[in-house]
């Protein structure tokens, strides 16, 4: 496996709290020799997650947790569904890395010769086109 030696650089395209997240989460997993350089995907769609579910607070603390309808009832405002999913993508993306008790408890110890795989990152950027048809094929 090619874990990472340092912090990977956030997507750009991520949005501010996502990438709040990526530094906080990311220099954790990379010290805990945790963060592999094929997991970026599925640590972007967690810091995503974390984004949307934060977000969805954002608006919630703002507009209350009930909206009224247009027939007068009161309803939950939809940013409760979006913050309940977020933290269930969350939740299950951070599982994946050891960002919860429970699923730290199950990450197991890495041997002493995983250590001397260590890689730098490589920017997303520069992954050449063909390599990107490679692992979809």
């Known amino acids: 496996?090619?874990?990472l030696a340092v912090v990977?650089?956030?997507p750009v395209y991520l949005s501010h709290y996502a990438k709040i997240e990526w530094?906080?989460?990311?220099r954790s997993l990379v010290d805990a020799k945790i963060l592999n350089r094929m997991d970026l995907p599925?640590?972007?769609a967690y810091c995503d997650s974390y984004s949307k579910w934060r977000e969805a607070n954002d608006i919630l603390k703002k507009t209350g947790l009930v909206i009224v309808n247009q027939a007068g009832f009161e309803v939950a405002h939809p940013a409760v569904v979006i913050a309940r999913?977020?933290?269930?993508?969350?939740?299950?993306f951070g599982s994946e890395f050891g960002l919860n008790p429970m699923?730290?408890?199950?990450?197991?110890?890495?041997?002493?010769e995983s250590r001397a795989t260590?890689?730098?990152p490589r920017?997303?950027?520069?992954?050449d086109a063909r390599e990107l048809l490679e692992i979809v094929a």
């Open 42 to 44: 599925a640590f972007e």
């Open 8 to 10: 990977p650089k956030p």
């Open 123 to 127: 920017p997303v950027a520069a992954v």
């Open 103 to 112: 699923s730290r408890s199950r990450i197991p110890k890495l041997p002493e």
């Open 85 to 92: 999913n977020a933290k269930d993508q969350m939740n299950k």
């Open 23 to 26: 530094k906080r989460s990311a």
């Open 1 to 3: 496996s090619q874990l």
């Open 118 to 120: 260590l890689v730098q």
